[in-house]
Structure formats: structure tokens, C-alpha cells
């Protein structure tokens, strides 16, 4: 199946970057990257979930780029970037930090964005000397840093071992997804998404999940099954803000309220009634709003951090 099966038309059709490149992590893996938008702008960089692609963040892009310069990559093993026989959070952590080098001057400030897989990525790096050297300001969009199998709701039954036996099952299942049929897209809506997601954000997210390998797909579970970066979440000192769905069955909300409690800088938090897992792709316009006001708020629109520090984001939709 197709590495890139996105959909080709429409608001959530990826936008052409204005440059391709390679970074190339600590163990030798190559990541596929893209910028969009104006050279000497005020940066974004855009992590993606668990098998997703760039083409994840088209509407977030497309808005974005008329005045920020936006940096997004495919993680190793998804998209244009080739699998690595290493799949670890610390390799999670390399791969962002190769990503920053190649994409940013040093001591250039840029806020940084991640959901679910793409979100822990953020907290496995936050201790690290060039995540602290780039990061302005950080998002986190429907993502947890631990217990992800157990507090995860696709299976409907209540919490405990078989619950989370099944959980786990489902999730790292090694069969091919294939061709994205009305029954497929049925199941990924109600896996990832809200009841009320449109047929057309739904078909987006169905290519984009559906193009993921599958060796691709069981290894990261793997790794998302046994993930605790609770520790991360502590050392995430930049100002964080926080987006979560209440239909969220691969994150629920618990996550996000636990974030909240631990972060040593949230500046606020976003629960959308409602909606499930994509949030980004199901409120594009919230999204994006909240990236742009951690840029206007920690930047100064030239790359340096702003100083703002106390500043707040407004809490709701």
C-alpha cells in the first residue's frame, strides 16, 4: 500500500512545502522534513501521532504558513521517512532534536507542537539541551505520558485486566488495515474521532492511518503500550498549553487533567465537548488559534522568546 495516500483535494489535502530536507538523528535514521511558509518568520514545528504523517497537519499548515514558518516531519517509520530498527521514546527524543538542527539557527526560539505520539515526544526531549536551547512554548494535543493502554476506552467494556488485555490486542494487531472501505472508515471514526466528525475529516484521517506500515504500526505500539514519561512532564518548563477531546477514547481526558496537575508551566487547557482523538483535524480553527497565540504571547514574531512569561492562555473553547 501507498506510503502517501492522502487525500488530494480539499482543505485537508497537504499543501506543497516551500523546501524539503533530510535530518539525520543520532543513530543514523533519516527523517523527512518540510518547511512551509516565509524564511524569516516566526517558527512552528508540528510533531504527528502515532501513524500519522505531515499530511496530518495540511489545515494547520495552510493557515499557518501566510506568516509563520512552519516546520513539520514525518516521525521514523512513517510518511517519507524509512523504518529504523530502533523505536524507543529516546529515540523519539533524538529524532526531534536532529529535526531543530536542521531547521533552526542556534539559540532561535520556536513553539513547538505535538499530539498523542508527537506529544510525548515534546516530554521525552524536555530535559534536553537543544529542546531548552529551541523551545519557546509548547502544545499538547490529545496526548498522555503513561497508562495509555489502561485508561484507553476503544474497547467498551469497564476498566480492568480484560479491558486492558483486549486494549492492547486492538491496538498492537499486526493485520494489514487495507484498502480504506465505508466499514474501515466506521471503525477509525469510532476508534479516533468524535461522533460528530464530517465525512470529509474522516476520509483524511482514514488515507493517513491506513498508509502507516503495519510492522511500522506494531512496533510504536509496542513502545506506546510500556511509554512513561511522567518525568518528561515534570522537566516541560517552557509555557505549555493543553488540547483534549471529552469523546477522546485513545487519550481520554483523564490524561489531560493529569498533565495539567504535573506541568510545571501549563497556561492553559482546552477541553472540546465532543470530540475524539484528531483533534487537530477536528477543530482545525481551535488548533491553529492556540498555536498562534503561544506565538504572539512567548515570541517576539523574529525567533526569540518573548517576555511575556506570565502571560495566560484563556482557558475553553
Given at each position: 500500500m501507498s506510503r502517501l495516500m492522502h487525500v488530494a483535494h480539499g482543505a485537508y489535502a497537504p499543501p506543497a512545502p516551500a523546501r524539503e530536507l533530510t535530518a539525520v538523528s543520532a543513530d543514523g535514521a533519516r527523517l523527512h522534513v518540510e518547511v512551509h511558509g516565509p524564511k524569516n518568520a516566526p517558527p512552528v514545528v508540528l510533531a504527528h501521532g502515532w501513524t500519522c504523517s505531515t499530511a496530518f497537519w495540511a489545515a494547520q499548515i495552510r493557515d499557518l504558513?501566510?506568516?509563520?514558518?512552519?516546520?513539520?516531519?514525518?516521525?521514523?517509520?512513517?510518511?517519507?521517512?524509512?523504518?529504523?530498527?530502533?523505536?524507543?521514546?529516546?529515540?523519539?527524543?533524538?529524532?526531534?532534536?536532529?529535526?531543530?538542527?536542521?531547521?533552526?539557527?542556534?539559540?532561535?526560539?520556536?513553539?513547538?507542537?505535538?499530539?498523542?505520539?508527537?506529544?510525548?515526544?515534546?516530554?521525552?526531549?524536555?530535559?534536553?539541551?537543544?529542546?531548552?536551547?529551541?523551545?519557546?512554548?509548547?502544545?499538547?494535543?490529545?496526548?498522555?505520558?503513561?497508562?495509555?493502554?489502561?485508561?484507553?476506552r476503544v474497547v467498551p467494556l469497564r476498566a480492568g485486566r480484560l479491558r486492558t488485555r483486549l486494549t492492547k490486542s486492538v491496538l498492537g494487531s499486526r493485520a494489514p488495515l487495507g484498502p480504506v472501505t465505508p466499514l474501515a472508515r466506521r471503525i477509525l471514526k469510532y476508534a479516533t474521532m468524535g461522533p460528530g466528525s464530517s465525512p470529509g475529516m474522516v476520509e483524511a484521517c482514514a488515507r493517513i492511518v491506513h498508509a502507516c506500515p503495519r510492522n511500522v504500526r506494531h512496533a510504536w505500539s509496542v513502545v506506546l503500550d510500556l511509554v512513561d514519561l511522567d518525568h518528561g512532564v515534570r522537566e516541560l518548563k517552557v509555557p505549555t498549553a493543553v488540547v483534549v477531546g471529552t469523546a477522546d477514547r485513545l487519550t481520554p481526558v483523564v490524561h489531560a487533567r493529569a498533565l495539567v496537575a504535573a506541568l510545571p508551566n501549563c497556561v492553559g487547557v482546552t477541553e472540546l465537548t465532543g470530540l475524539g482523538h484528531m483533534t487537530p483535524v477536528e477543530a482545525p480553527e481551535l488548533v491553529t488559534s492556540r498555536i498562534r497565540e503561544l506565538v504572539v504571547t512567548y515570541m517576539d514574531g523574529t525567533g526569540s522568546a518573548g517576555s511575556a512569561e506570565s502571560a495566560q492562555i484563556k482557558e475553553g473553547a
Open positions: 504558513a501566510a506568516d509563520h514558518r512552519v516546520i513539520a516531519y514525518d516521525q521514523r517509520g512513517h510518511g517519507r521517512s524509512p523504518a529504523s530498527a530502533t523505536c524507543t521514546t529516546e529515540a523519539l527524543a533524538d529524532d526531534l532534536e536532529a529535526v531543530l538542527a536542521a531547521t533552526l539557527a542556534p539559540g532561535e526560539k520556536a513553539v513547538l507542537v505535538g499530539h498523542s505520539m508527537g506529544g510525548m515526544t515534546l516530554m521525552a526531549a524536555s530535559a534536553r539541551a537543544r529542546f531548552r536551547e529551541h523551545a519557546a512554548a509548547a502544545l499538547l494535543c490529545s496526548t498522555g505520558s503513561s497508562r495509555l493502554v489502561a485508561e484507553a
